[in-house]
T-cell receptor, first 115, second 110 residues
Framework: GAGVSQSPSNKVTEKGKDVELRCDPI?????LYWYRQSLGQGLEFLIY????????KSGLPSDRFSAERTGGSVSTLTIQRTQQEDSAVYLC?????????????FGEGSRLTVL | QKEVEQNSGPLSVPEGAIASLNCTYS??????FFWYRQYSGKSPELIMS????GDKEDGRFTAQLNKASQYVSLLIRDSQPSDSATYLC??????????FGSGTRLQVQP
């Protein structure tokens, strides 16, 4: 597709369950980012993949959060043992092969609600 | 101290006026600066980037950067109701990923 694709668009889960969120970046974009946005708040950085380099995981809030990127393309963000405070919109973005570019293209987000 | 600070607003301006949005950042090694616009319920979209001191104009938008003062601003001339949105300032420092401020909500009154 032409843009960043995220799925599911909405996910409702019960506290303690695991969830997986998927991101398919723009073709040819080597950088991929995950952010989350709670209601009325700014974007909180979670993790950043750039090409074949080790990912920057410095924003992951706890060891319940993990992400992988297979084949340099699709990424999956996994949240284990979800808590109510994990409820947010999870945004994926990708950017061009240029290093350190801040020109991110965002997907529509995955809205996670933990009951 | 937050890495990127913005007044949350709302900033209310009448239609046709100039809207001035401000942002300060804490890391002196920051080298790239961006303004994103986010409509309610939508994802952010890039509207301006600036890399060197001074002004950069694009249509009704002007980005201003002052690295000595660690200050970035966005001016929107001839504001329209369709400009009503949250404006996010974002900064890259070193090899780190893009860091966003919490955004300023702009309301343009018809």
């Amino acid at each position: 597709g032409a843009g960043v694709s995220q799925s599911p668009s909405n996910k409702v889960t019960e506290k303690g369950k695991d969830v997986e969120l998927r991101c398919d970046p723009i073709s040819g974009h080597t950088a991929l980012y995950w952010y989350r946005q709670s209601l009325g708040q700014g974007l909180e950085f979670l993790i950043y993949f750039q090409g074949n380099s080790a990912p920057d995981k410095s924003g992951l809030p706890s060891d319940r959060f993990s992400a992988e990127r297979t084949g340099g393309s699709v990424s999956t963000l996994t949240i284990q043992r979800t808590q109510q405070e994990d409820s947010a919109v999870y945004l994926c973005a990708s950017s061009s092969p240029l290093p350190n570019t801040g020109e991110l293209f965002f997907g529509e987000g995955s809205r996670l609600t933990v009951l | 101290q937050k890495e990127v600070e913005q007044n949350s607003g709302p900033l209310s301006v009448p239609e046709g006026a100039i809207a001035s949005l401000n942002c300060t950042y804490s890391d002196r090694v920051s080298q790239s600066f961006f303004w994103y616009r986010q409509y309610s319920g939508k994802s952010p979209e890039l509207i301006m980037s600036i890399y060197s001191n001074g002004d950069k104009e694009d249509g009704r938008f002007t980005a201003q950067l002052n690295k000595a003062s660690q200050y970035v601003s966005l001016l929107i001339r001839d504001s329209q109701p369709s400009d009503s949105a949250t404006y996010l300032c974002a900064v890259i420092a070193g090899r780190r990923a893009l860091t966003f401020g919490s955004g300023t909500r702009l309301q343009v009154q018809p």
